[in-house]
T-cell receptor, first 113, second 115 residues
Framework: DVKVTQSSRYLVKRTGEKVFLECVQD?????MFWYRQDPGLGLRLIYF???????EKGDIPEGYSVSREKKERFSLILESASTNQTSMYLC????????????FGPGTRLTVL | AQKITQTQPGMFVQEKEAVTLDCTYD???????LFWYKQPSSGEMIFLIY??????QNATEGRYSLNFQKARKSANLVISASQLGDSAMYFC????????????FGKGTKLTVNP
């Protein structure tokens, strides 16, 4: 079974802290994505990566950065967490140039106090 | 730029009836895929159905079918014989093919199936 795992299901941080959200997939997928999900706004793309060390901004990259040092791992970094970054964060991955489904992690619900 | 629009924030349907969830899209890429996902209250994203931009026939998967109208750029999801377990959020998504493959989602439709 394809597996996408995220480091935490629930996370509580304080304003100004540096936060790392980790996503790991075990199917050798090239493409990995980070979204945040908020009620009424759907899934909004933060960053994505189509290869190791490659990254592209999504629709809402402000306040976030990413790292992809290994193919299986895609990290989302909040350099200085703010309360408006309280949200559900979802990671997804899929194989390049295929129309197989995308695979999602279980999500991390981040609360910034 | 790629964009997905779901205009129905909420929909209600009686059990055993059919329901259509709307999705329109915008892209300049000739090759793309359209997806529907279900997200129950537990939060996991469940893949339902896929339609390729070059597919001649509408996709079907059990009680789910995708009404693909390419000229109108619409990809509506039809659920037949609704069940109580169909109550969930439904998301339409699009992914271009080739180059950097960007996967974008609509805002979702909350479907409630009434007994």
């Amino acid at each position: 079974d394809v597996k996408v795992t995220q480091s935490s299901r629930y996370l509580v941080k304080r304003t100004g802290e540096k936060v790392f959200l980790e996503c790991v997939q075990d199917m050798d997928h090239e493409n990995m994505f980070w979204y945040r999900q908020d009620p009424g706004l759907g899934l909004r793309l933060i960053y994505f990566s189509y290869d190791v060390k490659m990254k592209e901004k999504g629709d809402i990259p402000e306040g976030y950065s990413v790292s992809r040092e290994k193919k299986e791992r895609f990290s989302l970094i909040l350099e200085s967490a703010s309360t408006n970054q309280t949200s559900m964060y979802l990671c997804a991955s899929f194989m390049a140039a295929s129309y197989n489904e995308q695979f999602f992690g279980p999500g991390t619900r981040l609360t910034v106090l | 730029a790629q964009k997905i629009t779901q205009t129905q924030p909420g929909m209600f349907v009686q059990e055993k009836e059919a329901v259509t969830l709307d999705c329109t899209y915008d892209t300049s890429d000739p090759s793309y895929g359209l997806f529907w996902y279900k997200q129950p209250s537990s939060g996991e994203m469940i893949f339902l159905i896929y339609q390729g931009s070059y597919d001649q026939q509408n996709a079907t998967e059990g009680r789910y079918s995708l009404n693909f109208q390419k000229a109108r750029k619409s990809a509506n999801l039809v659920i037949s014989a609704s069940q109580l377990g169909d109550s969930a959020m439904y998301f339409c998504a699009m992914r271009n093919q080739g180059g950097s493959e960007k996967l974008v989602f609509g805002k979702g439709t909350k479907l409630t199936v009434n007994p």
